[in-house]
């Protein structure tokens, strides 16, 4: 079984900054994919920033380029968002998923999800 505990969260400011972890545990190993997801209120879920098993590749959703990064450290089985000048579009619950298996495309399943962190930007 893989648990992924999201922390850091908060309430923050607008052009403030925040930086998010995610801990992947359980029958784990440095083989899966990691991401981050965000959903608002009454929107849908929504792709943020996505790692590679290795920390070698990794995408950053148009929307919050040039403002998010994603990186990982895999000696602690932890994926990071680094998050600047927030604005308070930005406010959801920030959830990270994690998979080893991949479609035919490439894409990973992401099949494990944690409960997510808040994150709230005021004006």
């Known amino acids: 079984q893989v648990q992924l505990a999201e922390s850091g969260g908060g309430l923050v400011q607008a052009g403030g900054s925040l930086i998010l972890s995610c801990g992947l545990s359980?029958?784990?190993?440095?083989?899966?994919?990691m991401a981050w997801f965000r959903q608002a209120p009454g929107k849908e879920r929504e792709f943020v920033a996505s790692?590679?098993?290795?920390?070698?590749?990794?995408l950053v959703a148009a929307s919050v380029k040039g403002r998010f990064a994603i990186s990982r450290d895999n000696a602690l089985n932890t994926a990071f968002l680094f998050m600047k000048t927030l604005k308070p579009e930005d406010t959801a619950v920030y959830l990270c998923?994690?998979?080893?298996?991949?479609?035919?495309?490439?894409?990973?399943?992401?099949?494990?999800w944690g409960q997510g962190t808040q994150v709230t930007v005021s004006a």
């Open positions: 998923t994690a998979d080893m298996v991949c479609n035919d495309t490439g894409a990973p399943l992401y099949g494990y």
């Open positions: 359980g029958r784990t190993n440095n083989s899966y994919h």
């Open positions: 790692i590679s098993s290795s920390g070698a590749s990794t």
